[in-house]
């Protein structure tokens, strides 16, 4: 595999709201539109109705800073934080 693949479970009641908002207000879109993001999916696990699993695929660690520091990125930490959300990432190289 090339490149640096993310994966970002989301726990919390408001779990599946949080990711709905993020297709429906275009913030998916704006992070899969950034250089570099060669995937940003959101997967709803089947045993688990307080969790959604995102997949991350950056080309390399210079687009994933750059990720990091951008509005969108600013933008997902509010939404989290106001849906009451905790993460736990695996990162994959």
Do not use: N
Request: aromatic share 8%; hydrophobic share 45%.
């Amino acid at each position: 595999m090339d490149g640096i693949l993310l994966h970002v479970l989301y726990h919390g009641a408001e779990a599946r709201a949080f990711a709905d908002e993020m297709q429906q207000s275009g913030l998916r879109a704006a992070v899969f539109a950034e250089e570099g993001c060669m995937q940003y999916d959101y997967y709803l696990p089947l045993a688990e109705k307080d969790c959604v699993l995102l997949i991350e695929h950056w080309r390399d660690q210079a687009a994933l800073d750059k990720h990091s520091a951008g509005e969108p990125m600013a933008k997902l930490k509010a939404l989290k934080a106001s849906h009451g959300l905790t993460a736990d990432v695996t990162r994959y190289e």
